[in-house]
């Protein structure tokens, strides 16, 4: 059995960020499934979000930030989120971050969607790959202790607080228990949920579901972010600083349709705004091949291309075979973002004790119900910057964690993993995933209504009861990925039932929630977080409060 | 489409060659075929993955004897993409019936210790970071430091590598050296030492001259050419030798 301070599952920037803020005082060991450069942050592209120019005022961002939420958001952390966002860009800067710039060498901002002023610093298009290398070479610098490619299986409890995890080794496929006296959940979204999805393929939302199953709640988890843009045949992200430079969508008459849905910001709405537009354009007709939308940045000119926006450039070339220069790109909206996570308060406290949750495993909720671009890399570095001193604070008096809760937890996972292993024929799980992400995709995406939401849940329940049967087939102990990613299934499968129910339940549309059995927003009834709890095999729901503050919640147009 | 896919079950050395034959479709690439086969035909196969967009690295591996990222080879133009390298025995030695015409041919990426299948242990390549301390100890303040573009433009293309190893698993000096830092440590070092905004930046040239470094390095070229992100570590190992050598 291993012991520390603290644990952080996840070594994206969210997790790497908390990490470098306890390893000065604490022994803390960071656990990850993949190395941390092989995190889902490497992938942000656009850009990161702060009040630095003139005019421009964190009063300015959170009301942006407050209204793209459609007024979910909880407005004392948008607060603290826009308030300290110049903080986490100029500390990634200089820790060494390579910031596009401007002609008098200032940190470059491009206008993104939903914002009033251009203000998401950048780094050509490859935002977040710069700010997860700096940032993980300032782990390194500060000595974290990692332990790369190891899948945590289980949260432990002590009573009513956190007690360690469980966690497979994946180069020996041997379970080891962890004590801890507390842990920090920063796995990231779970958007391979679906199959049309930006997000990396190890983005399966671990996290999440062990706290769901440790008996933590899941907030607002049916809000999740279509982003407008994704590569026609493959769903890799084509960033929104596409439009940012100045990109138009259009139809196949050829049409920029946006003036029909955001006459005023037209290609640089919010993303729900958007997404729902090129679906509109798309169920009505005037896509191309009844699918998609072109995305054309051929007026940009070839040498604007190729300085802001490489990497779409190369993404484009070797994914679509087409060159943006000369022609334009096939996009469709595409699961992007999961604005709900593990309800959590402004200190990333949930209602487990010592147990915290960080960046987009985490509901704030600072996004509500639709995230700004360029918001999330900074909730990762603000928050991760403020979890960590929250944990740290923790530690000055938390107990020390009991050895045998945490050794009985890893024979439980062990005698569970040996049983799953023991199946010799039954459903394969690949099969099973790719049901699960065919009826997110066609049932639980832009537009919801309730006949499909049932038939959802209905459908990922029978999943769920073949899940019991499923057999791997024959593999060894070492490096079993066939396990991993049945593991990942099972949380998978509970994240799905949790995203269905607080769909259904939620009758009213905002945001990216978009029933078409309810298209209109019901602050009287709707005004609020949903909550998803798992208690045994059963799910339910309830709701708490919205923090409303400054920002009058009001009618939501662009 | 036939695949023919090295095996190793417990690590140091390629056993034996898998054959399996993947239902092909336009736009597939390498990754996806592996998935195919641990899917739905050999659930024991193992490789690495993650963004499968070519930004995180993970799926580097030797493909028709050409270091590559899976996630970014199409199948159907792999015929197409010849990439000359200077041979070395992973490069040269195929195994017994590869027929290069109608077979995909999927290896661990060279030079590397072989932990599992497709799986090489990394450590080696990351520990060289830690080795050259490539990090920036940032000084106290509150501002951020300004930067031209055009001094931005000196670091631009070091900034872009995503540490994948590919540079490291086709280099023939790395295949020799085991103790050779490799092309992509250096390359970072380079990118340290030009980064106008960093005082002390002669460290990071003096890491990159250490004796198991640039001194190494034969200028071979293979780490450009194999490089998905067109850092070209070659041509700043070459400016680390004559920084060295004046």
């Not at chain 1, 940045?297 to 070339?317: N, Q, S, T, V």
């Not at chain 1, 809760?405 to 799980?429: I, K, N, S, W, Y």
């Not at chain 2, 299948?117 to 390549?125: E, K, R, S, T």
């Amino acid at each position: 059995m291993y012991e520390y301070d603290a644990i952080v599952v996840g070594a994206g920037l969210s997790g790497l960020r908390v990490a470098i803020e306890l390893a000065e005082h604490y022994e803390v060991a960071v656990l990850s499934k993949v190395h941390p450069l092989r995190s889902h942050s490497v992938a942000a592209q656009g850009g990161i979000n702060a009040a630095m120019s003139e005019n421009d005022s964190w009063e300015s961002h959170a009301f942006d930030t407050v209204k793209g939420s459609d007024y979910l958001a909880d407005q004392d952390v948008v607060e603290v989120l826009t308030k300290n966002a110049p903080l986490a860009v100029i500390e990634n800067e200089r820790w060494g971050t390579a910031f596009s710039r401007t002609e008098d060498g200032k940190i470059a901002q491009r206008p993104f969607g939903g914002a009033a002023f251009p203000r998401t610093c950048y780094a050509a298009d490859r935002t977040g790959h710069n700010l997860l290398h700096t940032t993980y070479e300032q782990a390194l610098r500060h000595g974290v202790q990692f332990f790369d490619e190891w899948f945590v299986t289980s949260l432990v409890r002590q009573g009513d607080r956190i007690g360690g995890v469980t966690a497979l080794d994946i180069a020996t496929g041997a379970i080891h228990g962890f004590a801890a006296r507390a842990v920090v959940i920063a796995t990231g979204g779970f958007g391979r949920v679906y199959g049309h999805s930006t997000n990396a393929l190890i983005n399966t939302g671990d996290g999440c579901a062990i706290a769901l199953r440790a008996g933590v709640p899941l907030k607002d988890m049916e809000f999740v972010q279509f982003h407008p843009t994704t590569l026609y045949g493959s769903s890799i992200l084509i960033t929104e600083g596409a439009r940012g430079e100045g990109g138009y969508l259009l139809n196949k008459d050829n049409e920029r349709f946006m003036k029909r849905y955001a006459p005023d910001k037209m290609e640089l709405a919010p993303r729900d705004i958007v997404a729902r537009a090129i679906r509109t354009e798309v169920l009505e007709g005037r896509g191309f091949e009844g699918q998609y939308v072109h995305l054309d940045l051929r007026h940009l000119g070839a040498e604007k291309i190729k300085e802001r926006l490489p990497g779409i450039r190369e993404i484009c070339m070797h994914f679509a075979g087409i060159d943006p220069i000369e022609e334009p790109i096939p996009v469709l909206p595409g699961q992007h973002y999961s604005m709900g996570g593990i309800d959590c308060n402004v200190h990333g406290e949930t209602v487990l004790k010592g147990l915290y949750a960080v960046g987009e495993a985490a509901c704030m909720s600072v996004h509500g119900a639709n995230r700004l671009g360029g918001n999330s890399l900074l909730e990762t570095l603000v928050f991760g910057r403020l979890v960590g001193q929250a944990v740290s604070k923790y530690l000055e008096a938390a107990p020390k964690p009991q050895a045998a809760p945490v050794d009985e937890a890893a024979f439980t996972v062990r005698q569970d993993l040996q049983h799953l292993l023991m199946h010799d024929r039954g459903e394969t799980p690949a099969q099973l995933r790719e049901i699960m992400q065919h009826v997110m995709d066609e049932m639980v995406g832009v537009f919801r209504t309730k006949k499909e939401l049932e038939t959802a849940l209905r459908e990922i329940r029978v999943v769920k009861k073949r899940f019991v049967n499923v057999s791997l087939g024959r593999s060894d102990e070492r490096f079993n990925y066939a396990l991993v990613r049945t593991l990942e299934l099972r949380n998978m499968l509970d994240l799905a039932e949790s995203i269905i129910l607080g769909a259904l339940s939620r009758e009213e549309s905002r945001g990216a929630h978009w029933r078409l059995d309810f298209p209109h927003r019901d602050d009287e009834r709707f005004l609020k977080h949903t909550l998803i709890t798992k208690t045994d095999d059963t799910f339910s729901v309830s709701y708490k409060d919205v923090n409303l503050g400054k920002f009058e919640v009001k009618e939501r147009s662009y | 489409m036939l695949f023919r896919v090295a095996r190793s079950r417990s690590g140091e050395k390629i056993s034996h060659y898998d054959l399996y034959k993947v239902d092909v479709k336009k736009g597939m690439t390498v990754l996806d075929a592996l998935f195919q086969i641990q899917n739905y035909m050999d659930p024991s196969l193992s490789f690495r993955y993650s963004c499968r967009g070519a930004v995180c690295g993970s799926c580097a591996m030797l493909i028709n004897k050409v270091p590559r990222l899976a996630c970014r080879t199409q199948i159907l133009e792999l015929a197409d993409t010849k990439v000359k390298l200077k041979p070395f025995l992973a490069l040269t030695e195929a195994p017994l019936g590869w027929n290069p015409e109608s077979e995909v041919l999927v290896e661990p990426l060279p030079n590397l210790p072989i932990l599992k299948d497709l799986i090489v242990d990394m450590a080696p390549f990351f520990d060289a970071l830690k080795q050259l301390e490539l990090w920036v100890v940032p000084k106290e303040g509150t501002e951020p430091r300004k930067q031209s573009p055009e001094e931005r433009k000196l670091i631009d293309r070091y900034v872009n590598c995503i540490l994948c190893g590919l540079c490291y698993g086709s280099c023939p000096v790395n295949a020799e050296h085991k103790e050779y830092l490799g092309p992509a440590a250096l390359a970072k070092s380079w990118r340290f030492y030009q980064d106008t905004r960093i005082e002390e930046r002669e460290r990071y040239l003096q890491a990159a001259l250490a004796p198991n470094g640039a001194p190494l390095c034969d200028l071979v070229m293979n780490c450009v050419r194999v490089c998905p992100k067109d850092v070209a570590p070659g041509g700043a190992i070459r400016r680390i030798k004559q920084s060295g050598s004046s």
